[in-house]
């Protein structure tokens, strides 16, 4: 009854041109793709990188001029900064540590032959005044020991992931080398040269009277 619908030719640029415009039109609705946030997560890195290195602290969480405020075994202040024009060597040990008994007799040796240089010893264990008191009576050194707080250890030092841990501290007052285990006089004075040689800060003496 009834036949096949078939379009005019004159129909044809009409339906062309309404095929073009959904066309144009679908394209404009569909959403723009997201920005790929992947890689600014490495862009936030490197600021929160910048910050930590701003803060003067090295690798290991050391500051690079650090502060270090104490009282000794025997009641003395001792303060870091007054000894500034000289090395430092500050040794983290502990009683119950071979290893550190082993270097003492070298670095009370090296503090009391080199005017240049010295030694202050940081206990980083819990114990008494008089037990320390009492086992330095046993194992001598000529420089001076201070008991460290475990809960509250200096805050300029790197907590100490084992022992003996000691710094180089220059006579500007910058940590100049690290030593993680146990360290020897000729290595210390070794990384003196070393260091002096390389950034002017030559050792004013060589030996003590």
């Known amino acids: 009854m009834y036949g096949h619908f078939r379009p005019s030719c004159a129909w044809m640029p009409l339906l062309t041109l309404l095929a073009t ?3 144009l039109a679908a394209c404009q609705r569909a959403p723009e793709p997201a920005a790929d946030p992947g890689p600014e997560a490495p862009a936030a890195a490197d600021t ?3 910050d930590a290195d701003d803060t003067g602290a ?3 969480g050391t500051v690079e001029q650090p502060e270090l405020k104490a009282v000794t075994v025997d009641g003395a202040p001792y303060d870091l900064a007054e000894h500034r024009g ?3 060597v500050v040794n983290f040990w502990a009683t119950w540590c ?3 008994l082993k270097e003492m007799p070298e670095l009370s040796a090296l503090d009391a032959m080199r005017e240049h240089i010295e030694v202050v010893g940081l206990a980083y264990e819990e114990i008494e005044v008089a037990e320390m008191k009492a086992f330095l009576e046993k194992h ?3 420089y001076p020991i201070v008991i460290v707080d475990t ?3 200096p805050a300029d030092f790197e907590t100490p992931r084992g022992l003996p841990m000691t710094y180089l501290i220059a006579p500007d007052g ?3 080398d690290r030593f993680l285990g146990p360290v020897t006089a000729p290595e210390i004075e070794a990384a003196i040269e070393r260091i002096g040689q390389a950034t002017g800060m030559e050792p004013a003496g060589e030996t003590g009277e």
Do not use: E, F, Q, S
Request: net charge positive; aromatic share 8%; with cysteine.
């Open 21 to 23: 415009l959904l066309l």
């Open 48 to 50: 929160a990188t910048a």
């Open 58 to 60: 090295d690798a290991g």
């Open 86 to 88: 000289r090395w430092v």
């Open 98 to 100: 071979k290893p550190c």
């Open 140 to 142: 001598p050194v000529v």
């Open 151 to 153: 809960y509250n250890p």
């Open 174 to 176: 910058r940590v100049a």
